[in-house]
């Protein structure tokens, strides 16, 4: 595999899956499993370039967002615990009135 | 050559597991099926020479997420919400608009003359740790601070009582 761009091209095809279930899915769980799709695509940019150049940083920034991503879901998924303690359902349209 | 092929096989796996991730309608199913293309993505960094970034995916992802949105799972939903009630909405417009973006995506990269993978070598773990100790200091102390904040962040959201 000497070229880069079946890796760019399979990128962007698991970036549009992930914003398809963004847009489409009503459980918070299942937006959560997208969004987690649409950050694996954006690592895999970071090291494909990152091969390209041959240095460390591709891997260092894939590495911080591999991090950020699993704060995200840790904090998201202690906020659909409390979206269901208080509605008893965690579909998003629910949750779409504030200070409720 | 048969880095081509096997590259093939596996980016369709990711597809089609991506694909089912989002739309099966079962919840459970669904992790099941980020699993598989998670793992699969790891897969795909060892052809582009990245091993630690492949161990660090099976590890974290693999491992710890997906265990972590099982319990989401498993801790949420009543159990007719998981097995027949996961219902999506919009479903021609989000197709659309997600294949618009792709066109716009691949068109652009279609048109974008890259250049080849030369003679670099890949980054080994040695290299990744000196260069987070090093140029990357900041993003790394950054990073600790947001993990503590997040594991402190969940623990007061989850434990707060009953409104």
């Keep these: 595999m000497t070229a880069l761009s079946p890796f760019l091209f399979l990128s962007a095809a698991l970036f549009c899956v992930g914003l398809f279930g963004v847009l489409t899915r009503r459980n918070a769980i299942g937006v959560l499993i997208a969004v987690e799709l649409m950050a694996n695509a954006v690592n895999l940019n970071f090291v494909a370039f990152s091969r390209l150049s041959g240095e460390a940083d591709g891997h260092v920034f894939a590495l911080f967002a591999i991090a950020v991503t699993v704060a995200e879901v840790a904090v998201g998924l202690a906020i659909v615990i409390l979206l269901y303690r208080s509605r008893r359902s965690i579909l998003t349209e629910l949750a779409s009135d504030m200070k409720g | ?163």
């Excluded at chain 2, 027949?84 to 279609?110: C, E, M, Y």
């Excluded at chain 2, 402190?152 to 959201?157: E, F, P, T």
């Design chain 2, 1 to 163: 050559m048969m880095a081509t092929v096997g590259f093939a096989i596996v980016a369709a796996g990711i597809v089609f597991s991506a694909i089912r991730a989002v739309s099966s309608p079962h919840l459970v199913q669904s992790v099941l099926w980020l699993a598989c293309t998670l793992i699969a993505i790891a897969v795909i960094y060892l052809f582009l020479d990245a091993t630690f970034l492949a161990a660090i995916q099976v590890i974290l992802y693999a491992g710890g997420v997906i265990t972590l949105m099982l319990f989401g799972v498993m801790l949420t939903d009543r159990k007719h919400d998981v097995t027949r009630d996961n219902p999506s909405h919009g479903q021609g417009l989000g197709l659309g608009i997600s294949a618009a973006v792709f066109g716009l995506l691949s068109a652009t990269l279609w048109r974008s003359a890259l250049p080849a993978i030369g003679s670099t070598t890949a980054p080994s773990a040695e290299a990744i740790g000196a260069s987070f100790l090093g140029p990357h200091l900041l993003a790394f102390e950054a990073l600790s601070v947001l993990l503590l904040a997040a594991v402190l962040g969940a623990i007061v959201l989850a434990r707060r009582s009953d409104p």
